[in-house]
């Protein structure tokens, strides 16, 4: 199967098993869970899900590990954006395209929409995870990675950082941690899905830093670049509220040499592993995408 192709098809499974994941019509709950599903279901690259199913795949670990945790970390994803979005926060209207979930159920409920993703992300590792030996290391990685060791550590860091001067070394912090910690997330539980070594684990940790620190400054580079029509939401926001960003620093050029640099180091992580093509053109799309 052609890499495109077999994007499409992983996402198409990732698709059916986080519908399944998030319960419909259940009494009393309807609002709540209309809003979970328009959050988490409507649309996005699912790159993380997907490298997690891929890495557990490679290392020859099974479906019924990797596919709990690939969906727990979309969720995860999901609310961040979510609450991202929120006028306290972003204040975007549009994402992927589409109103924000705020814009479209108001705030009290965009803010619930969001915890209860948050939440029944945990609840999908725990009960649906078919090995239950891998669940407290998972349970272990996602709840520091998602949390003050990784994702919200870089958020709350890059908001008190606006309108601030900071050093490179800090925005490769707020970096690594905003957006990269998900994604090495992502590369991490697929290993620990799969029963793989340590020195692998941390190989395929480290591969998940280097892609996520690249996809991040892609980003940056897409909200100067391209348009609102490609990426789905406001472009040119990071400038007007004072963002500190690698074309901010470096310019595009070189925050472009920058990502690919990531991304070859990241693949010589890969190379003994056998038939690892898709895992290498999943890492060169974080800089060929358009969005």
Same mark, same amino acid.
């Given at each position: 199967m052609e890499y495109p192709q077999l994007i499409t098809t992983t996402r198409a499974e990732l698709e059916e098993f986080l519908s399944g994941a998030i319960p419909q019509n259940q009494a009393y709950l309807q609002l709540l869970l209309e809003a979970m599903r328009y959050s988490v279901l409507g649309g996005g690259k699912r !790159?993380? +899900?997907?490298?997690?199913?891929?890495?557990?795949? !490679?290392? +020859?670990?099974d479906d019924v590990n990797s596919f709990p945790v690939a969906s727990a970390i979309e969720m995860i994803h999901a609310y961040s954006l979510v609450h991202d979005d929120l006028p306290a926060m972003d204040n975007d209207d549009y994402r992927r395209g589409k109103?924000?979930?705020?814009?479209?159920?108001g705030e009290d409920i965009g803010i619930l929409a969001g915890d209860a993703l948050l939440t029944h992300a945990f609840w999908i590792i725990a009960a649906q995870t078919k090995d239950k030996t891998i669940v407290p290391q998972l349970i272990e990685d996602v709840a520091l990675l998602s949390g003050i060791g990784g994702m919200v550590a870089g958020q709350i860091n890059d908001?008190?950082?606006e309108n601030t001067e900071i050093s490179l070394e800090k925005l490769n912090y707020i970096h690594r941690n905003k957006t990269g910690a998900l994604i090495a997330l992502s590369s991490k539980c697929g290993a620990v899905c799969a029963k793989a070594s340590s020195s692998r684990i941390e190989a395929l940790n480290l591969f998940g830093e280097k892609i996520g620190l690249a996809f991040?400054?892609?980003?940056?580079?897409?909200d100067v670049t391209s348009t609102s029509e490609?990426?789905?939401k406001a472009v040119g926001k990071d400038n007007d509220k004072g963002k500190n960003t690698y074309p901010k620093f470096l310019g595009i050029e070189k925050s472009r040499q920058?990502?690919?640099?990531l991304i070859s180091e990241a693949k010589e992580l890969i190379v003994d592993i056998p038939n690892s093509g898709f895992l290498t053109y999943l890492a060169d799309y974080v800089v060929n995408r358009e969005n």
């Open positions: !790159l993380r +899900g997907i490298i997690t199913i891929t890495v557990c795949r !490679l290392l +020859g670990g109103l924000s979930t705020h814009k479209k159920y908001i008190a950082s991040q400054i892609m980003d940056d580079i897409l490609k990426m789905g920058r990502a690919e640099d």
